[in-house]
């Protein structure tokens, strides 16, 4: 069954998660500044912290691929 009341190009959809994450204030205005009200921040160092495995497992993933690499092509 072929809907006509549908568009195909997805605006509606667009449409509709745009409604539904700003408030009537902010609809309203012509711009919205993201720096604008509360946000959390974290220090560089509590953030480097908090990040060294994935750092740690970074460096692992790279050097397993650098070696399968060489396996797979002989370099």
Request: hydrophobic fraction near 30%; glycine fraction near 8%; include cysteine.
């Amino acid at each position: 069954m072929d809907d006509k009341r549908t568009e195909a190009c997805g605006r509606c959809s667009m449409t509709a998660v745009v409604s539904m994450t700003t408030d009537d204030g902010e609809r309203e205005s012509a711009g919205h500044n993201p720096f604008d009200g509360e946000r959390i921040e974290v220090e560089e160092a509590e953030l480097k912290a908090v990040n060294r495995h994935v750092v740690l497992l970074g460096r692992l993933k790279r050097r397993l691929d650098e070696m399968a690499t060489r396996l797979t092509y002989g370099r």
